[in-house]
């Protein structure tokens, strides 16, 4: 059974610092993409960024209200995801989700292209920015 | 805001069938990116629902269907039950420069 088991969330100051990590089990983590997803209180879902597996890169991409601030890394040999945080802002406030990121190869206009879903989501965990 | 637009609600009797859009664009849903959704209960994670356009993952009954056209996607419930009520959310890929992989604003299913 595939289980995601966020940690690391709490009330921090704005333009402090947090880092969340992510403990991976019921598969090969190694192999996975992975991503997080954050959710602000009473709105709705906005993608952070993903990691892919080292095989595949171990390259990151982020949404652009965290580019520069946000840092997303893995340590494979612990199973675990991690999320750094630096210079936040009141409107990180949310639940922050981590998740598997399933790839697939599609044809958009006539070109190959990876895309991914979210297919497994762990509980969350709550970072709150305020003074 | 998001790129993805989506009724905020909708409603039906038990055993009833509802649709939930997901409005796009020519960068995203218009573009061939495939359209996926995921259901929300209250107070849980979401959970994927629909990946693909149109595929179940293992364990989601059938009463749940997904279709793409266009610029559009849709998810249908039919013979709506009361377990169906939670929010959800179409999520697609958008190749404009700030965006990326963008959600849908969600949908409430209230059922009746």
């Known amino acids: 059974e595939v289980q995601l088991v966020e940690s690391g969330g709490g009330l921090v100051k704005p333009g402090g610092s947090l880092r969340l990590s992510c403990a991976a089990s019921g598969f090969t983590f190694s192999n996975a993409w992975m991503s997080w997803v954050r959710q602000a209180p009473g709105k709705g879902l906005e993608w952070v960024g993903r990691i892919k597996s080292k095989t595949d890169g171990g390259t990151t991409d982020y949404a652009a209200p965290v580019k520069g601030r946000f840092t997303i890394s893995r340590d494979d040999s612990k199973n675990t995801l991690y999320l750094q945080m630096n210079s936040l802002k009141t409107e990180d406030t949310a639940v922050y989700y981590c998740?598997?990121?399933?790839?697939?190869?599609?044809?958009?206009?006539?070109?190959?292209?990876?895309?991914?879903?979210?297919?497994?989501w762990g509980q969350g965990t709550l970072v709150t920015v305020s003074s | 805001q998001s790129v993805l637009t989506q009724p905020p609600s909708v409603s039906g009797a038990p055993g009833q069938r509802v649709t939930i859009s997901c409005t796009g664009s020519?960068?995203?849903?218009?573009?061939?990116?495939?359209v996926h959704w995921y259901q929300q209960l209250p107070g849980t994670a979401p959970k994927l629902l629909i990946y693909g356009n149109s595929n179940r993952p293992s364990g989601v009954p059938d009463r749940f269907s997904g279709s793409k056209s266009g610029t559009s996607a849709s998810l249908a419930i039919t013979g709506l039950q009361a377990e169906d009520e939670a929010d959800y959310y179409c999520q697609s890929y958008d190749s404009s420069l700030s965006a990326r992989y963008v959600f849908g604003t969600g949908t409430k299913v209230t059922v009746l």
């Open positions: 020519s960068s995203n849903i218009g573009a061939g990116y495939d």
């Open positions: 998740t598997t990121a399933r790839t697939f190869i599609t044809m958009v206009q006539g070109v190959a292209v990876v895309q991914y879903y979210f297919d497994y």
